[in-house]
């Protein structure tokens, strides 16, 4: 599973935690997340994440 970094705050996104707090459950890969999801740290949109 790939990892995606926030390049505005550095924050990783990492499919095998998800983003509970966001409501996104362990395993949801970085595409499968809903168009509006943002950032937990920064609130930066998913076109500013990179691979890492």
Known sequence: MDKW???VCGYIYDP????P???IPPG???????DEWV??????????????
């Open 28 to 34: 949801t890969q970085f595409g499968q997340l809903p």
């Open 16 to 19: 095998e935690t998800g983003d």
């Open 39 to 52: 950032c937990p740290v920064c609130g930066a949109t998913k076109d500013m994440f990179e691979k890492v």
């Open 21 to 23: 707090d966001g409501g």
């Open 5 to 7: 970094r926030c390049i």
